[in-house]
């Protein structure tokens, strides 16, 4: 009883500092592209898209799809939560959050502490939940709210989407998003 109520007690207080603006620390973790193709490249990074849209993630490609493994991206031992349930694509879905869930497709997500959370998206044949150093989730698609196959992944604290964890590594438009490159260093 005592320890629920000790780690009810710190959740509240980290809850408290982020809104009184004050951000929760959470911990550094490495990530590594998602795709072992010398050929893969980054097409989207941090507010545009690589055409000149806007976006807030990181996304990567190769032109394949349902082909390559989809790779967890952690470097180290992490526990994958897989959200599946959508049909493969290659295609797009214009439906926005009307898209299989919610736009994200078949996902995964690696929760840290302080609300921290990290996202693989738009994956084809998704396994389930899994535990695993960067080994293969499934493969490259485009379920979802999606304009072809790629994966797609984000940071974000308490629902909202942070960006400084792979351009502060240097990843810009065109980098290489081979599974053995450093693509960010995401909070956990």
Known sequence: MQTRFLLGTLGLIALGATLLGGEA????????????????????????SCSGGSHTALDIANGTCSVWNYRAMLVGSYRYTSYAGCANSCGSCSAGAGCCN??????????GGSGWDFRQLHANNPSATITTDRGAIGLIGSTGNSTGAHSHSDNRQYGTRKTAWYTAVGTTCGS????????????L
């Open 176 to 187: 290489s998003g081979y599974c053995n490159n450093r693509v960010g260093t995401p909070t």
């Open 102 to 111: 919610g736009g994200a497709g078949n996902y995964f997500v690696v929760s």
């Open 25 to 48: 620390k959470g911990r550094a973790a490495t990530a590594n592209g998602p795709i072992c193709d010398p050929n893969a490249r980054v097409n989207s990074t941090t507010y545009y």
